[in-house]
């Protein structure tokens, strides 16, 4: 097999039309997903409950709209279509060196992992069946606390996961995050980087608080402390001005939603 072929393949993918737009759809998809979310977290400050607020819980509740099913294969598609595109970017990594581009090849390989995750969980809810986060981080925790050197491991994606969520929220903070945008002028533009910076902070503090609940979980070798995006966000009512944080972060995922979906139009793909 020729050692470039893989490399070709992606350079293929990149340039066909058609997978450019199943790429800009996937983005669409992930921006409805992230609404949801928001809104099931301002559900939650309000005391009115609505769910979970993560992927699994927006997807449940899009399984329970008309035509529910179609819409979640519809979501499978557009997300595996961006973890090609992912891949295919992994591949092709562009960089100055050798640094830069592993460090791009982390990045989309991470996206194309997420992406996958997600799609798959859709495809579990479009067949009739459920999915749950919040216990397979604990079942994953469990099993790790029991094994040998398995809180170090614990611990250890505990600190990967935070540093992941503060990425997020480095590349908001920055606005890094329109180095792969075309961003238009006027106040279109200024718009999208406003949603692009509220979007990647609030979601990036989520994603941290993730990290932070599994490092607590290792420290007192407590499984149920482990959790998703819906135990951390949860989590915060039990903090001063809990609700207003809880507010505050649900807003900043609708924000990114909406990003997400204005990034299907000016990503640069």
Same mark, same amino acid.
């Given at each position: 097999?020729?050692?470039?072929?893989?490399?070709?393949?992606?350079?293929?993918?990149?340039?066909?039309?058609?997978?450019?737009?199943?790429?800009?759809?996937?983005?669409?998809?992930?921006?409805?997903?992230?609404?949801?979310?928001?809104?099931?977290?301002?559900?939650?400050?309000?005391?009115?409950?609505?769910?979970?607020?993560?992927?699994?819980?927006?997807?449940?509740?899009?399984?329970?709209?008309?035509?529910?099913?179609?819409?979640?294969?519809?979501?499978?598609?557009?997300?595996?279509?961006?973890?090609?595109?992912?891949?295919?970017?992994?591949?092709?990594?562009?960089?100055?060196?050798?640094?830069?581009?592993?460090?791009?090849?982390?990045?989309?390989?991470?996206?194309?992992?997420?992406?996958?995750?997600?799609?798959?969980?859709?495809?579990?809810?479009?067949?009739?069946?459920?999915?749950?986060?919040?216990?397979?981080?604990?079942?994953?925790?469990?099993?790790?606390?029991?094994? =040998?050197? @398995? !809180?170090?491991? +614990?611990?250890? &994606? #505990?600190?990967?996961?935070?540093?992941? *969520? %503060?990425?997020? /929220?480095? $590349?908001?903070?920055?606005?890094?995050?329109?180095?792969?945008?075309?961003?238009?002028?006027?106040?279109?533009?200024?718009?999208?980087?406003?949603?692009?910076?509220?979007?990647?902070?609030?979601?990036?503090?989520?994603?941290?608080?993730?990290?932070?609940?599994?490092?607590?979980?290792?420290?007192?070798?407590?499984?149920?402390?482990?959790?998703?995006?819906?135990?951390?966000?949860?989590?915060?009512?039990?903090? =001063?001005? @809990? !609700?207003?944080? +809880?507010?505050? &972060? #649900?807003?900043?995922?609708?924000?990114? *939603? %909406?990003?997400? /979906?204005? $990034?299907?139009?000016?990503?640069?793909?």
């Amino acid at each position: 097999m020729n050692i470039d072929s893989p490399k070709d393949a992606a350079r293929t993918a990149e340039r066909s039309q058609t997978f450019r737009i199943l790429a800009r759809t996937g983005y669409v998809v992930l921006g409805i997903i992230h609404v949801i979310i928001g809104a099931i977290a301002i559900s939650v400050a309000t005391g009115n409950g609505g769910g979970e607020a993560e992927e699994s819980g927006a997807l449940e509740q899009i399984a329970k709209t008309p035509f529910g099913g179609v819409l979640l294969w519809g979501i499978a598609i557009g997300l595996f279509a961006l973890a090609i595109w992912s891949v295919a970017e992994a591949l092709l990594a562009r960089g100055k060196d050798e640094k830069e581009k592993w460090g791009e090849r982390l990045k989309e390989g991470g996206k194309a992992v997420t992406y996958l995750a997600v799609g798959a969980t859709a495809i579990v809810f479009a067949l009739g069946g459920s999915s749950d986060s919040s216990e397979s981080s604990q079942g994953l925790a469990a099993t790790l606390i029991q094994a =040998p050197g @398995g !809180v170090f491991v +614990l611990a250890l &994606i #505990g600190l990967v996961v935070l540093g992941i *969520g %503060a990425g997020f /929220v480095w $590349r908001g903070v920055r606005v890094s995050f329109t180095e792969s945008l075309n961003v238009p002028s006027g106040a279109v533009g200024s718009a999208l980087v406003a949603l692009g910076v509220a979007g990647y902070v609030a979601k990036g503090i989520g994603v941290a608080i993730v990290g932070v609940l599994f490092v607590v979980a290792a420290f007192t070798l407590d499984p149920e402390q482990a959790g998703g995006l819906d135990a951390a966000l949860k989590s915060l009512l039990e903090l =001063p001005f @809990g !609700v207003v944080l +809880l507010w505050a &972060i #649900g807003i900043g995922i609708i924000a990114y *939603g %909406a990003y997400s /979906v204005a $990034r299907a139009k000016y990503a640069r793909l």
